[in-house]
């Protein structure tokens, strides 16, 4: 070391410096990577994504490959500060030399690369994955070592490196990662996506039409009037009873029917002959299954039926898709029936309107995991069929009955959420 000149030790220092800044930076890049990410330019065939997955297969041997080189060089580098001090200024110099190295590298090889890595952490570890994979073929030996030693205190408290924690998200987390994508999603698929694992969470009584305003075919009527129902029906697909909804016979197609009506065959006996088996679901079912099981028996209409078998009510594949992408075969006549927002700011509400849609649709705090109409809500809450007139306060928005009719509430209007405490429900 002593033929060494000076400025070739000062030359040294200096690149020893700036291979502990690459290790540094390229250990936060590539413990920074998007996973998502790697492994879509890793199935693109991207050669710095692909060879940083395989490093990242086994971080442990990669930390320690890291760790080793940069405990290297730091080292290195101190014992050559030391001689440049000494020759410089003597034993004096070597605390101040000691201090001097110290601040260099924290600045310029901890702070300074490990920041910018962890801002454009690809810039880096990409680069980077072509150098530690040869480098840890050559050194496996010594990372081996080093990895057994260390492997066998992590398991001294606990902790095998062998069982990798996976990489899935939960819903939430998921959730979390589809709205932080701002721009990056637009607003209207970002609304899709989160829809898409909301559907964990609802079930079909959630979303069906109810038994008493299901639109069928009674055989039991005479043929004009049933001639009057299919020829105005808006829907494709409808239930076919006899004498009574509970009695289903089957779902007739309408297309069916009108060929046969265009064949002067349309009869009671064909309409039986013609309809499609009923298809009952449970209820209870969540969405996400339903959707699944709609695509895999290749049916459109379901019929929901609770534990005794008795008929609830009825959904569709479009009800279901609704859900996801938002109405699309709902008359609008019908929205402005239900749901009026008036002068004053409140909105008259059938009390047959879903709470969920009022959620999602208005952007109120009702709760949506109890019953699924306005109406059934304010019984549940009141437990007494109201009287018009009566008032209450319902999880902070002021609800006024108007109209009941039948045991069931018909008409309300609801105010604003006033500015108030959290409260589930008071009157």
Excluded: C
Excluded at 309 to 329: K, M, N, Y
Excluded at 379 to 406: K, M
Aim: no cysteine.
């Amino acid at each position: 070391m002593s033929d060494i000149s000076t400025g070739a030790l000062f030359g040294i220092l200096l690149l020893l410096i700036l291979l502990s800044a690459f290790f540094s930076g390229s250990e936060t890049a590539l413990m920074t990577l998007n996973r998502y990410r790697l492994q879509h330019l890793a199935r693109k065939g991207h050669p710095g994504a692909v060879r940083a997955q395989r490093l990242l297969r086994r971080p442990d041997r990669l930390i320690g490959l890291i760790l080793l080189g940069n405990n290297f060089v730091n080292i290195l580098a101190s014992s050559l500060a030391t001689i440049i001090a000494f020759r410089i200024g003597g034993e004096a110099a070597i605390a101040g030399a000691a201090g001097i190295l110290t601040l260099v590298i924290l600045l310029f090889a901890e702070v300074t690369p490990k920041t910018l890595a962890a801002l454009h952490p690809e810039r880096l570890a990409y680069p980077a994955a072509f150098v530690y994979g040869p480098l840890l073929k050559l050194l496996y030996p010594l990372v081996w070592f080093v990895n057994g030693i260390a492997n066998q205190l992590l398991r001294l408290i606990g902790v095998s490196p062998d069982d990798m924690e996976g990489q899935a998200l939960s819903q939430e987390e998921l959730r979390s990662v589809v709205m932080e994508a701002g721009a990056m999603i637009p607003k209207k698929r970002r609304k899709m996506l989160l829809n898409i694992l909301d559907l964990e969470k609802a079930r079909v009584e959630d979303i069906m039409v109810p038994r008493n305003e299901v639109d069928g075919i009674d055989l039991q009527e005479p043929m004009e009037e049933i001639l009057q129902k299919l020829q105005n029906s808006p829907y494709t697909r409808i239930p076919v009873f006899d004498d009574g909804i509970d009695n289903i016979v089957g779902i007739l197609h309408i297309r069916k029917a009108m060929q046969a009506l265009a064949q002067g065959e349309l009869t009671r006996e064909t309409i039986r002959e013609i309809v499609d088996a009923p298809y009952y679901i449970p209820e209870g079912t969540p969405l996400s299954r339903q959707l699944i099981n709609f695509q895999r028996r290749k049916q459109h209409v379901g019929l929901v039926v609770d534990e005794y078998g008795d008929l609830l009510g009825l959904v569709t594949l479009a009800d279901l898709l609704e859900e996801i992408v938002g109405e699309f075969t709902t008359d609008p006549s019908d929205t402005v029936a239900d749901i009026q927002r008036q002068e004053d700011g409140s909105y008259l509400v059938a009390g047959s309107v879903n709470v969920r849609e009022l959620v999602k649709n208005l952007g109120w705090e009702l709760p949506v995991d109890g019953p699924r109409t306005i109406n059934g809500l304010i019984i549940e809450y009141l437990e007494t069929i109201p009287e018009p007139g009566t008032s209450l306060l319902l999880n902070g928005y002021p609800v006024e009955i108007l109209q009941t009719q039948d045991n069931t509430v018909k008409m309300v209007r609801i105010y604003p959420r006033r500015p108030q405490p959290s409260r589930d429900a008071e009157a």
